[in-house]
C-alpha cells in the first residue's frame, strides 16, 4: 500500500509517496517555498500541484501547522490567519481531487517515529519536537497520542512565547552561535520538564540532523534523544495516518 505523504511548514512544503508496509519514501521529495501570504488557496494549489507532479490517485495525508478538529484548522502558525476555521480537508480535497486526512505536523512526525522510527516510544510519557521554522510538540503517553498539544507556543517569563525565543529560525534570525542558541533551547526544555515530568524528549524536524552542534550543551537530567526518521518524519506520518483512516473508513481513531 503506497500512499502520498505531504508535510506543510512555514518555509516549505514538501512531499513524497511513501509504501506504509515500510514506512520508507519510495520516490524522491518533491519540495516548494511555502506561498506568501500562505492563504488557504495558495497553499491547497502548491499540494495540488505536488500530487500532479507524482500523477497521484490514491489518498493524501497532510501534515499541517495547525491545531486540526473535526477537520478545521482552529490555529494558524507561519502561516495566514485566514486558515482560522477553515476546513482544511475539504479547501485540500477539492484542489486535489483526491480523498484527503489533515492532522496536526508535529502529531504526524510523532506518530511516524512511533510506528516505524527505531526508538521505544511505546511506554511512559514522550515529549516529541520538531525544531525548525517554529516549535511544533506532540504528546505520547504508553504510545498514544494526546493530539493538538502545542506546546511550542508555552510562555517563558522574560523571553517571551518559545517559538519565538528558541526555534531554529529564532537561531538563524537573531544570528546565534549553537552554544547561545542550546542554552535558550535547554530553558525551554527544563520548562517542559518541570511541567510534565516526561521520560524522554525525541527531537525531529531538520535540527535533528547536526545534533553534534547543540546536544553538548544541553544540562538536563531527562535523556534528550534524535529522532531517527529526521526530517522525514512529517511525510511519512501523514501518509500513515491517511491510510489508517481509509482502512478504518473514517470510524476508527488514529493512535
Known amino acids: 500500500m503506497k500512499v ?17 508496509k515500510t514506512g520508507k519514501l ?11 501570504p500562505a492563504t488557504p488557496k495558495a497553499i491547497a494549489n502548491t499540494i ?3 500530487s500532479g507532479e507524482f500523477t497521484w490517485n490514491g489518498s493524501i495525508g497532510v501534515g499541517f501547522p495547525a491545531v486540526i478538529k473535526k477537520n478545521k484548522a482552529l490555529t494558524a502558525t507561519n502561516i495566514s490567519n485566514s486558515w482560522v476555521g477553515t476546513d482544511a480537508v475539504k479547501v485540500i480535497s477539492r484542489a486535489t481531487g483526491r480523498p484527503t486526512i489533515v492532522l496536526n505536523d508535529a502529531d504526524a512526525a510523532a506518530l511516524a517515529e512511533l510506528k516505524y522510527g527505531r526508538r521505544n516510544l511505546n511506554s511512559g510519557m514522550v515529549i516529541f519536537i520538531t525544531v ?3 516549535l ?5 503517553i504508553d504510545g498514544h497520542l494526546v493530539p493538538n498539544t502545542e506546546l511550542g507556543h508555552l510562555y517563558l517569563k522574560k523571553m517571551g512565547y518559545s517559538e519565538c525565543y528558541c526555534s531554529n529560525e529564532a537561531r ?3 544570528h546565534l552561535t549553537w552554544k547561545t542558541w542550546a542554552g535558550r533551547f535547554n530553558t525551554y526544555l527544563e520548562y517542559l520538564d518541570y511541567l510534565f515530568h516526561p521520560d524522554q524528549f525525541v527531537i525531529g524536524g531538520g535540527i535533528s540532523k547536526t545534533p553534534e552542534q547543540f ?4 544540562k538536563l537530567k531527562t535523556p534528550v534523544r534524535m529522532a531517527s526518521l529526521k526530517n522525514e518524519a ?15 473508513k473514517g470510524r476508527g481513531k488514529i493512535r
Open 4 to 20: 502520498l505523504g505531504i508535510d506543510v511548514g512555514g518555509s516549505g512544503i514538501k512531499g513524497a509517496v511513501v509504501n506504509i
Open 26 to 36: 519510495v520516490t524522491d521529495r518533491i519540495r516548494y517555498e511555502t506561498p506568501q
Open 48 to 50: 495540488a500541484k505536488i
Open 132 to 134: 525548525g521554522t517554529g
Open 136 to 140: 511544533g510538540t506532540a504528546l505520547l
Open 172 to 174: 538563524k534570525r537573531n
Open 215 to 218: 546536544v553538548p550543551y544541553l
Open 234 to 248: 512529517g511525510i511519512i506520518g501523514a501518509a500513515w495516518a491517511a491510510y489508517e483512516r481509509v482502512k478504518n
